[in-house]
């Protein structure tokens, strides 16, 4: 089952703006993880953001959460073409049984068009 | 980062046949792997969760028989689907982490493998 759901689920820019995302969950988790995949390759992790974390950066990410709203938003700043991909937020939780156990929002795909 | 080679990247079947799909962590041990499943333009769904030594956990509505998941080393597992069938094409992707040591941190994914049951 889906833990995340993303809007939006398209997003189409112009180069040079800025690109917000967001991701809301429904239980527990340990961290949130937001990853970008290209078109039919494999998952890029982006960035990580603990539950007792508020927000976070990595060169034009910025992550934040909020843990009583069970949400999370992704921001690109300065958009580039190269940008265009789909963007996954993650939810990270122990599940019964023992282990973690990461699941995937439903992705925004965001077009950064020149 | 770590690196998971997933492998092959494409392959195409005739239907009634199995294909087996490789994941290896190359430059960790990996204590626990994982394998989704996603279709064109939708979320990844987790299929299963190996763990190294034991059997898989599968989540709810994966055949388990259709599915083989082997996890017998802290380097590989591999996912066979069994007598395949046209609506089994779909892009398979594999993580794989480390709990002893990256409690904490991000999966890391192979590049997936595309496979399509003609």
């Known amino acids: 089952s889906q833990q995340g759901e993303e809007d939006p689920q398209a997003l189409s820019i112009q180069e040079g703006e800025n690109a917000t995302m967001n991701c809301s969950y429904k239980?527990?988790?340990?961290?949130l993880q937001w990853y970008r995949q290209n078109s039919g390759r494999g998952l890029v992790h982006l960035i990580l953001?603990?539950?007792?974390?508020r927000e976070k950066h990595s060169g034009r990410l910025r992550v934040t959460l909020d843990t009583s709203k069970k949400s999370s938003s992704l921001l690109i700043t300065a958009s580039r073409a190269a940008d265009t991909a789909s963007y996954f937020c993650?939810?990270?939780?122990?599940?019964?049984?023992?282990?973690?156990?990461?699941?995937f929002g439903t992705g925004t795909q965001l077009k950064v068009e020149l | 980062g770590a690196v998971v080679s997933q492998h092959p990247s494409r392959v195409i079947c005739k239907s009634g046949t199995s294909v087996k799909i490789e994941c290896r962590s190359l430059?960790?041990?990996?204590?626990?792997m994982f394998w989704y499943r996603q279709f064109p333009k939708q979320s990844l769904m987790l299929m299963a969760t190996?763990?190294?030594?034991?059997?898989?956990?599968?989540e709810q509505g994966v055949e388990k028989d259709k599915f083989l998941i082997n996890h017998a080393s802290l380097t590989l597992s591999t996912l066979t689907v069994t007598s395949a069938h046209p609506e089994d094409s779909s892009f398979y992707i594999c993580?794989?982490?480390?709990?002893?040591?990256?409690?904490?941190?991000?999966?890391?994914f192979g590049q997936g493998t595309r496979l399509t049951v003609v």
């Open positions: 239980t527990s988790i340990n961290n």
């Open positions: 953001i603990r539950s007792n974390e």
């Open positions: 993650a939810t990270d939780a122990w599940v019964t049984g023992g282990g973690n156990k990461l699941t």
């Open positions: 430059d960790f041990q990996a204590t626990t």
């Open positions: 993580s794989a982490r480390d709990y002893r040591t990256r409690l904490n941190t991000e999966a890391f």
């Open positions: 190996s763990n190294e030594g034991s059997k898989a956990t599968y």
